[in-house]
Nanobody
Framework: VQLQASGGGLVQAGDSLRLSCTAAGDTVSNRNVAWFRQAPGKGRTFVAAMSRGGQNIYYADSVEGRFTISRDSAKNTVYLQANGAQSEDTAVYYC???????????????????????WGQGTQVTVSS
């Protein structure tokens, strides 16, 4: 599966934006999916994850209550809705998916970058204060 992330840009603090991750070549509906981000000079960190069936969703503490991960199987797309943007949200955002049909993965595993086999190219989000 190939993942294409989009929707990034320059926003003001407090604004909202929606990132999209469109899949091609295979479906993402039967995969665990996630968003990670990498701020300048820092490593890649977990943002949000959704389990294969969609019943389990996890967020980093820093975005809990502000960001929402969702999936549209008909469009084969995963979204990250970000509300109340903060300067600390400035980063390159990456979407990720694992292999299809995996057995249950606990939250600790879904929050690890090493869980995911497929990555989008990243989309830059810059929040100005």
């Amino acid at each position: 599966v190939q993942l294409q992330a989009s929707g990034g840009g320059l926003v003001q603090a407090g604004d909202s934006l929606r990132l999209s991750c469109t899949a091609a070549g295979d479906t993402v509906s039967n995969r665990n999916v996630a968003w990670f981000r990498q701020a300048p000079g820092k490593g890649r960190t977990f943002v949000a994850a959704m389990s294969r069936g969609g019943q389990n969703i996890y967020y980093a503490d820093s975005v809990e209550g502000r960001f929402t991960i969702s999936r549209d199987s008909a469009k084969n797309t995963v979204y990250l809705q970000a509300n109340g943007a903060q300067s600390e949200d400035t980063a390159v955002y990456y979407c990720a998916a694992d292999r299809p049909g995996r057995t249950y993965a606990p939250p600790t595993r879904l929050k690890l970058a090493t869980t995911y086999n497929y990555w989008g190219q990243g989309t830059q989000v810059t929040v100005s204060s």
